[in-house]
């Protein structure tokens, strides 16, 4: 079993950052595949970037290509997903993942453990 815990999720301007944390627990954190979606009002939910446990490879949905950055800290067992250039579409709430495979990581059907969600509102 593995726990999230997001946080870092607020309310900015439109040309901000922000950077969301994602904690996990229960599972050894070096060997473990780590995905961010969201998921806006009335939409699907959507995959952002993810990062694989094989070589740290990332991948990013072309939407957030370019101003988003994920990175991992396997000391802290922490994820991070650092946004910049926010813009209003990019309001949701952003929800952590975790996958013991290192492909695929753009489809939410490879991940069995999901954190609880943190709220990102960007005003224009």
């Known amino acids: 079993q593995v726990q999230l815990v997001e946080s870092g999720g607020g309310l900015v301007q439109a040309g901000d950052s922000l950077r969301l944390s994602c904690a996990a627990s229960?599972?050894?954190?070096?060997?473990?595949?780590m995905g961010w979606f969201r998921q806006a009002p009335g939409k699907e939910r959507e995959f952002v970037a993810a990062?694989?446990?094989?070589?740290?490879?990332?991948t990013y949905a072309e939407s957030v290509k370019g101003r988003f950055t994920i990175s991992r800290d396997n000391a802290k067992i922490t994820v991070y997903l650092q946004m910049s250039s926010l813009k209003p579409e990019d309001t949701a709430v952003y929800y952590c993942a975790a996958s013991e495979y290192s492909n695929r990581l753009a489809l939410a059907g490879t991940y069995d453990y999901w954190g609880q969600g943190t709220q990102v509102t960007v005003s224009s």
């Open positions: 229960g599972r050894t954190f070096s060997d473990t595949s």
């Open positions: 990062i694989s446990w094989i070589h740290g490879s990332t």
